[in-house]
């Protein structure tokens, strides 16, 4: 039986980047809400994401290095078009890792220096993230309304991030913390739409493949099915806010498994426009890909790793669920 190698790493490389963003999103947006809340309320917000914020960040070492070692043909194509933002992704998250140690032990307004970097950190990590994100989606093109559409693709993946971190402080906090997290979430739940609606409009115009893909009626039709679950799912999560806002507590874990079925469904999309490209109408996964004897053996590694991480992620939210407590993580 012929295994086609190429195509198993294509989608464990996917699996692993939409794992990164589901769960270090959150606590990337938990991190740009900081400033937006008291001292108090800070201490809450960093007991949510301590036990799991740093093992969040595995997914995105997993994907990066499945692109590395299976596609080392498109690796040096899309990290060297993405050098400026990838750095500044890095410096963003080595500006959190550390505040976040380091805040635990600051005291008075040295803590409140830590508190405003881990915030930066997150933002940059995040905005970094988002222009990534278009300059890929729009094929490395230069100019300014390719920087501009970049600039606006930034903002709203923060937005995104900011919504999953919200509904992950609505599930995991009470009190006035969850009610202010309720209209951070409303917030951010606009920013999804902006988001999601440019990325959706700019693929197909920078594409004629993806536009074939999407628009070739009518034998797409059904493809119009996931624009519509998208659209169902974030009005749910409004309404489901809108009850919490007025004393509900039995749909608190609503509105993140919303925000998480969006961000599925819309990378969902994307990966079907973007396949079989690993580069988009460059370089396909098949092209870009390992000789099959060195993806056999790096198959071994991946099959070994990934269950180990999955293991451990579920025993650490098994671990620290329920609510948050001040003091939790220090």
């Known amino acids: 039986m012929n295994i086609d190698l190429p195509l198993i790493f294509a989608l464990l490389m996917g699996l ?14 938990v991190g740009m809400l900081m400033p937006a809340a008291d001292e108090g309320e800070q201490e809450l917000m960093v007991a949510s994401i301590g036990p799991f914020w740093d093992a969040n960040e595995t997914w995105l070492v997993l994907g990066v290095g499945i692109l590395l070692v299976a596609f080392p043909h498109a690796h040096g194509i899309i990290l060297g078009a993405l050098y400026l933002p990838v750095v500044a992704m890095l410096i963003g998250l080595m500006f959190r890792g550390v505040a976040f140690e380091f805040r635990v032990k600051a005291q008075g307004w040295h ?3 830590w508190n405003w970097l881990f915030w930066f950190g997150s933002f940059l990590a995040s905005f970094a993230q988002g222009v990534m994100l278009a300059r890929y989606i729009t094929g ?3 100019g300014f309304g390719y920087f501009l559409f970049s600039v606006i693709v930034g903002a709203g993946l923060c937005g995104g991030y900011v919504l999953m971190g919200a509904t992950w402080l609505v599930l995991k906090t009470e009190g006035s913390l969850q009610k202010k997290s309720i209209a ?14 440019m990325v959706s409009l700019a693929t197909p115009i920078v594409s004629e493949t993806v536009r074939l893909k999407w628009f070739d009626f009518p034998r797409t039709l059904a493809l119009m ?14 309404i489901s806010l809108r009850r919490l ?8 874990w609503l509105p993140f ?54 293991a451990y992620s579920a025993f650490s939210y098994r671990v620290f ?7 939790m993580y220090d």
């Open 321 to 327: 669920w329920g609510k948050a407590r001040t003091g």
């Open 16 to 29: 692993a980047t939409l794992a990164y963003v589901v769960l270090d999103g959150y606590d990337l947006g």
């Open 111 to 113: 803590r409140e220096l």
């Open 140 to 142: 490395f093109e230069s």
């Open 225 to 238: 099915l996931l624009p519509g679950m998208c659209l169902a799912i974030g009005i749910t999560v409004w």
């Open 257 to 310: 498994a919303g925000s998480v079925a969006i961000f599925t469904i819309a990378f969902a999309g994307l990966a079907y426009s973007l396949f079989p490209y690993v580069v988009i109408d460059r370089l396909t996964i098949w092209e870009a890909a390992s000789h099959p004897s060195a993806l056999k053996v790096i198959l071994v590694g991946v099959l070994v790793v990934v269950p180990l991480i999955i």
């Open 245 to 252: 806002a007025r004393g509900a507590t039995r749909v608190e």
């Open 184 to 197: 951070w979430a409303e917030w951010g739940l606009l920013w999804v739409a902006l988001g999601v609606m």
